[in-house]
């Protein structure tokens, strides 16, 4: 609800009040996204989502939640990074030991939420740890919810997009990361101080199976657990880095069916689809030859490989429908540095040999109001082999029935491509390899919509067998905030991050001006701007003996000569209800000698009195301001003095001022 108080006499001193100023109103939006595309059955399973808040106001989250389906519970939960808007705000994580939990604010809607939002979006990355029954069967769709702090008004601010990850079955795939990490391996080697071991990867973080290469002869083998074939064939995949004496010492990987001999990966009928071998491997001219290489003369991982690469191995056709090993085997020859090399692996998995299809999240639903503009990202995923066609594009789906969190079964209704006027499809490929992800952006617009619930299907065909076609509901609940339960329709207001989306608001006939005719230097204010339409002026405060401005070195920024001033625009003439520009705090001079950009706000008091306060942006941001009221005047107001002894101006530039349409 707004503040509302008495207009002064004079405008310059209602320009500069701002004890009783409220917030801006706040529209919380997210989208929600995770790079696994699957789970495995019978074990703690980790899932690392990304959460996006959007608020053009900045309006705060003060809970991010999960979802999960019955008999499946939540362990853990993770803030791994993030940033806070109120970080004093007291949060806890609840739901450990049930299907729902995650992070909350107890005194919801707390008006200063925890977690940060911006314009364009600021992401969270909370993992969640999750209990999977063994006789668990089928896809696990987790729905994932941000609710706003509603700092200012009535309205729900409030985001759900379900996520759904694919049955992996039984494990056939290893990260290490557990205490039960080796169970199943087997290590064997020519002395201990070679021997693969599980644990830390030092500077590379989380947990990996390595070894090290010595500087003298020595073997080290580690064999995965016996892992099922699918009758389709399979791909075998794992990443690993590594550090050797080029072309001396190195690895190899080895392959065993129906527990028959171990032999090379390129002998066995097998290939690598990507990171194959970099060199074959010699042994010192001075090694004698019980000390030579056992590698010697084959092709090898050897010399550095400093960050993680993946591997691709096309399982051999024999090996359809029967058991598979796989043996790393690490070898080095009498000579080398003292510094030993290393080897580490994680991430391994069989996967079946066909593409297989993945799309992300599965469901959206948003609560919006009239006229946002918001991007959802769906991911398509391809864990399985080969490469996965696609093609996208929308339905209609308005009047269909279902819970909208969980629903499905809507694939029927995309018949073919049809305009959906507000839901827009950007879809720059039409492929994607195995073990690889592509991104495509789902523009939401409400300002084509009507108040009340709307429908609409992203429709993706793919070549994957088993889900030839996948439909991800949209589900759009636009709320009028001129609604009879609120107070907002006197002075309706809109902030807008993007200048494009505000022009297109401006009517005919606005007034621009880029403060580049005025000379370089202070100037006595006030300063009056003319224009065929919507003039206006510019002055500063409150000190009446050096009321000065600043065009600081750099045309086009305009500011105060006293960075304690406000910079305060008056309108004249015509009635303003839309103006926009570049906002922003400024150091021009550093005591700390530092480059600093510093938070501000943008001031306005509209024509019934109320003040409205709404954060500014940066040095190439935007904030752009309509209103059904006319606009008196605003202010832009630094930030005072930083502990290093800084003062803060407020700037403006690229300033646009005219009606809203």
Same mark, same amino acid.
């Given at each position: 609800?707004?503040?509302?108080?008495?207009?002064?006499?004079?405008?310059?001193?209602?320009? #500069?009040?701002?004890?009783?100023?409220?917030?801006?109103?706040?529209?919380?939006?997210?989208?929600?996204?995770?790079?696994?595309?699957?789970?495995?059955?019978?074990?703690?399973?980790?899932?690392?989502?990304?959460?996006?808040?959007?608020?053009?106001?900045?309006?705060?989250?003060?809970? $991010?939640?999960?979802?999960?389906?019955?008999?499946?519970?939540?362990?853990?939960?993770?803030?791994?990074?993030?940033?806070?808007?109120?970080?004093?705000?007291?949060?806890?994580?609840?739901?450990?030991?049930?299907?729902? &939990?995650?992070?909350?604010?107890?005194?919801?809607?707390?008006?200063?939420?925890?977690?940060?939002?911006?314009?364009? &979006?600021?992401?969270?990355?909370?993992?969640?740890?999750?209990?999977?029954?063994?006789?668990?069967?089928?896809?696990?769709?987790?729905?994932?919810?941000?609710?706003?702090?509603?700092?200012?008004?009535?309205?729900?601010?409030?985001?759900?997009?379900?996520?759904?990850?694919?049955?992996?079955?039984?494990?056939?795939?290893?990260?290490?990361?557990?205490?039960?990490?080796?169970?199943?391996?087997?290590?064997?080697?020519?002395?201990?101080?070679?021997?693969?071991?599980?644990?830390?990867?030092?500077?590379?973080?989380?947990?990996?199976?390595?070894? +090290?290469?010595?500087?003298?002869?020595?073997?080290?083998?580690?064999?995965?657990?016996?892992?099922?074939?699918?009758?389709?064939?399979?791909?075998?995949?794992?990443?690993?880095?590594?550090?050797?004496?080029?072309?001396?010492?190195?690895?190899?990987?080895? #392959?065993? $069916?129906?527990?028959?001999?171990?032999?090379?990966?390129?002998?066995?009928?097998?290939?690598?689809?990507?990171?194959?071998?970099?060199?074959?491997?010699?042994?010192?001219?001075?090694?004698?030859?019980?000390?030579?290489?056992?590698?010697?003369?084959?092709?090898?991982?050897?010399?550095? #490989?400093?960050?993680?690469?993946?591997?691709?191995?096309?399982?051999?056709?024999?090996?359809?429908?029967?058991?598979?090993?796989?043996?790393? +085997?690490?070898?080095?020859?009498?000579?080398?540095?003292?510094?030993?090399?290393?080897?580490?692996? +994680?991430?391994?998995?069989?996967?079946?040999?066909?593409?297989?299809? $993945?799309?992300?999240?599965?469901?959206?639903?948003?609560?919006?109001?009239?006229?946002?503009?918001?991007?959802?990202?769906?991911?398509?995923?391809?864990?399985?082999?080969?490469?996965?066609?696609?093609?996208?594009?929308?339905?209609?789906?308005?009047?269909?029935?279902?819970?909208?969190?969980?629903?499905?079964?809507?694939?029927?209704?995309?018949?073919?491509?049809?305009?959906?006027?507000?839901?827009?499809?950007?879809?720059?490929?039409?492929?994607?390899?195995?073990?690889?992800?592509?991104?495509?952006?789902?523009?939401?617009?409400?300002?084509?919509?009507?108040?009340?619930?709307?429908?609409?299907?992203?429709?993706?065909?793919?070549?994957?067998?088993?889900?030839?076609?996948?439909?991800?509901?949209?589900?759009?609940?636009?709320?009028?905030?001129?609604?009879?339960?609120?107070?907002?329709?006197?002075?309706?207001?809109?902030?807008?991050?993007?200048?494009?989306?505000?022009?297109?608001?401006?009517?005919? &006939?606005?007034?621009?001006?880029?403060?580049?005719?005025?000379?370089?230097?202070?100037?006595?204010?006030?300063?009056?701007?003319?224009?065929?339409?919507?003039?206006?002026?510019?002055?500063?405060?409150?000190?009446?003996?050096?009321?000065?401005?600043?065009?600081?070195?750099?045309?086009?920024?305009?500011?105060?000569?006293?960075?304690?001033?406000?910079?305060?625009?008056?309108?004249?003439?015509?009635?303003?209800?839309?103006?926009?520009?570049?906002?922003?705090?400024?150091?021009?001079?550093?005591?700390?000698?530092?480059?600093?950009?510093?938070?501000?706000?943008?001031?306005?008091?509209?024509?019934?009195?109320?003040?409205?306060?709404?954060?500014?942006?940066?040095?190439?941001?935007?904030?752009?301001?309509?209103?059904?009221?006319?606009?008196?005047?605003?202010?832009?107001?630094?930030?005072?003095?930083?502990?290093?002894?800084?003062?803060?101006?407020?700037?403006?530039?690229?300033?646009?001022?005219?009606?809203?349409?």
């Amino acid at each position: 609800m707004n503040t509302r108080i008495r207009p002064f006499a004079a405008l310059a001193l209602l320009l #500069l009040v701002n004890a009783f100023a409220s917030s801006a109103r706040g529209e919380l939006t997210a989208s929600a996204s995770s790079e696994q595309v699957s789970y495995v059955r019978g074990r703690t399973n980790t899932f690392r989502f990304v959460v996006t808040l959007y608020s053009d106001t900045l309006e705060g989250g003060d809970s $991010i939640a999960f979802a999960f389906p019955d008999r499946i519970t939540i362990s853990a939960t993770r803030l791994i990074q993030g940033s806070s808007i109120c970080s004093d705000q007291y949060l806890l994580a609840l739901g450990m030991g049930s299907r729902e &939990g995650g992070w909350f604010t107890p005194t919801h809607p707390s008006g200063c939420g925890y977690f940060a939002s911006s314009g364009e &979006g600021v992401a969270h990355t909370i993992e969640v740890d999750a209990e999977i029954p063994a006789d668990f069967v089928g896809d696990l769709p987790v729905a994932v919810t941000a609710k706003g702090d509603i700092c200012c008004d009535g309205l729900v601010h409030e985001t759900t997009a379900v996520l759904s990850f694919a049955d992996q079955g039984s494990p056939a795939e290893w990260t290490f990361d557990s205490d039960a990490a080796g169970a199943g391996w087997s290590r064997a080697a020519s002395e201990e101080a070679a021997s693969w071991a599980i644990g830390p990867a030092g500077t590379h973080g989380g947990h990996f199976a390595g070894m +090290r290469f010595l500087p003298r002869r020595a073997e080290a083998l580690l064999t995965t657990p016996a892992m099922q074939v699918p009758a389709g064939g399979a791909e075998f995949r794992f990443r690993h880095t590594y550090s050797s004496e080029a072309g001396r010492d190195g690895g190899v990987l080895e #392959l065993a $069916i129906d527990n028959g001999p171990f032999v090379d990966v390129e002998a066995s009928g097998g290939h690598f689809i990507h990171g194959g071998y970099s060199q074959s491997l010699a042994s010192d001219a001075g090694c004698m030859p019980d000390a030579r290489n056992v590698l010697e003369g084959r092709r090898a991982w050897t010399g550095e #490989l400093m960050s993680f690469g993946a591997v691709s191995v096309a399982v051999p056709a024999a090996a359809a429908g029967r058991i598979l090993h796989a043996r790393w +085997r690490g070898g080095t020859d009498c000579a080398g540095a003292d510094a030993a090399g290393r080897w580490w692996i +994680r991430d391994v998995e069989l996967v079946p040999a066909a593409p297989v299809a $993945i799309v992300q999240p599965a469901a959206v639903h948003m609560l919006l109001g009239y006229d946002q503009q918001r991007v959802q990202r769906l991911r398509i995923a391809n864990p399985g082999g080969g490469r996965l066609a696609y093609s996208v594009f929308t339905a209609p789906a308005d009047g269909t029935e279902g819970d909208r969190l969980f629903a499905n079964g809507f694939e029927g209704l995309c018949a073919g491509p049809e305009t959906v006027p507000w839901l827009h499809v950007t879809a720059e490929g039409t492929a994607v390899d195995g073990g690889e992800a592509a991104d495509i952006d789902v523009d939401i617009d409400t300002s084509v919509l009507a108040s009340g619930r709307h429908a609409a299907l992203v429709c993706v065909d793919t070549s994957d067998d088993n889900a030839p076609r996948v439909a991800v509901r949209f589900d759009v609940e636009v709320r009028d905030p001129c609604s009879p339960n609120t107070e907002l329709c006197e002075n309706t207001l809109r902030v807008y991050t993007q200048r494009a989306a505000f022009m297109d608001k401006m009517a005919a &006939g606005y007034n621009a001006q880029t403060f580049t005719g005025l000379r370089a230097t202070e100037i006595f204010s006030p300063i009056a701007f003319g224009g065929e339409n919507f003039g206006f002026g510019v002055f500063t405060g409150p000190d009446p003996i050096t009321p000065r401005l600043h065009l600081f070195e750099g045309s086009g920024v305009l500011s105060t000569a006293n960075p304690l001033d406000p910079l305060a625009f008056f309108f004249e003439g015509q009635a303003v209800t839309a103006f926009g520009g570049t906002f922003l705090g400024e150091i021009f001079e550093s005591f700390s000698h530092q480059s600093r950009l510093l938070p501000a706000v943008i001031e306005l008091t509209l024509g019934d009195g109320t003040i409205e306060r709404i954060p500014a942006s940066d040095r190439t941001g935007f904030r752009g301001i309509t209103t059904s009221v006319p606009i008196q005047g605003f202010s832009v107001l630094g930030t005072g003095s930083t502990p290093e002894g800084d003062d803060v101006w407020g700037v403006a530039s690229d300033f646009v001022v005219g009606a809203a349409r």
